[in-house]
């Protein structure tokens, strides 16, 4: 039996970056290969699929309830965009297969029972759960008794609700969870991200935390990963002028690799609490401030602040003992630019 290997999800782990196809296929399992391949070559650790049909989501209505208001969407009715955007369901194993390939890990968003029904005879290895379903009680429980890890974003939810949904999980056989922090708004602004929050939601729950974002750009995915994110969701497309549904908020390939290299960037530069001196550092330590004799002085004459002062670089004595110095006498005569040291002074 296919599974994540939870281990590698958590603190002091290398962030795990998953690719977010959704409705970027554009209906082309030709395009949704390309990208997986665009995906692993940018550096993703997995990518997500979403398991769905219009009618297994929503129903056929175009009353004020089922359409779209205030979003990319407007006006459309839940089940027209859900029948653009759904990925067809026989794809589910050439794609994983293609990804696991390719070094990455495939999951899917089911929502339904069905679908769940469906992606457990295909073996997925993890289950992820949208914002849109947190509350869908008994869906959670269906894909807990899977026993298989969970990934949950927490868009729209508050303290309680995210409690009763990992409740839920715990208590129908969810073992290794992960929670992501999400704005559901798309895009969502940088502004609304309250990325603090990902590490509440760790210690609240005592497990691992990340982002599901859906802002423009990676400042807040890798501003995310300097405060714990331990996962990052990016929405992935080949080119946002191909369009589609969520093409718009999603990243392109160069852009996902550059918020790749930034995000391992930030993890090497997070480093430990350290006060050594860095091999770098050791090289600049030469040039740090010291005592230098700044005029040419003769055997006898007081030290002071005119022949004596704290400069770059740092072979003098240490610039605390300035005032100690002041008013003694030179054992001999000093050039200036003569390092000052003990032997020097009477």
Not at 34 to 41: D, K, T, V
Not at 288 to 306: A, H, N, W
Request: aromatic content about 8%.
């Amino acid at each position: 039996m296919s599974r994540l290997d939870f281990s590698k999800i958590g603190p002091n782990r290398p962030t795990y970056v998953i690719a977010e196809m959704s409705a970027n296929h554009n209906k082309s399992l030709e395009r949704a290969e390309q990208l997986i391949r665009a995906a692993a070559e940018a550096g993703a650790d997995a990518v997500k699929l979403q398991t769905y049909t219009a009618d297994t989501i929503t129903i056929p209505c175009a009353n004020e309830y089922f359409t779209v208001q205030g979003t990319l969407w407007e006006g459309r009715t839940l089940h027209d965009l859900y029948q653009e955007a759904f990925t067809p369901w026989e794809w589910t194993p050439r794609l994983k297969a293609l990804a696991n390939g390719l070094g990455m890990d495939c999951f899917s968003t089911p929502f339904d029972d069905t679908a769940v029904d469906f992606l457990e005879a295909h073996d997925m290895p993890c289950y992820k759960v949208a914002s849109f379903e947190n509350v869908d009680i008994p869906l959670l429980k269906k894909i807990a008794a899977t026993g298989k890890p969970v990934i949950m974003s927490t868009g729209m939810a508050s303290l309680a609700e995210i409690d009763e949904a990992v409740r839920t999980l715990r208590e129908n056989g969810c073992r290794e969870l992960a929670l992501l922090k999400c704005t559901s708004a798309y895009p969502a602004p940088p502004e609304e991200a309250n990325l603090r929050t990902i590490a509440h939601l760790s210690q609240t729950f005592g497990c691992p935390a990340g982002l599901s974002d859906h802002t423009m750009g990676s400042a807040v995915a890798v501003a995310a990963v300097s405060l714990g994110a331990c996962i990052v969701e990016k929405h992935f497309t080949l080119s946002r002028a191909d369009g589609g549904p969520d093409g718009a908020f999603s990243m392109e390939p160069d852009e996902f690799g550059q918020m790749v290299r930034d995000i391992r960037t930030a993890e090497s530069a997070l480093g430990e609490i350290s006060y050594a001196l860095t091999e770098k550092q050791k090289e600049s330590v030469a040039f740090r401030r010291s005592l230098f004799v700044v005029r040419d002085m003769k055997q006898g004459e007081l030290f002071t602040r005119e022949n004596v002062r704290s400069i770059r670089p740092g072979h003098g004595l240490h610039t605390r003992y300035l005032e100690e110095v002041t008013g003694r006498r030179a054992t001999r005569d000093i050039a200036m630019g003569t390092p000052l040291n003990w032997n020097l002074i009477g």
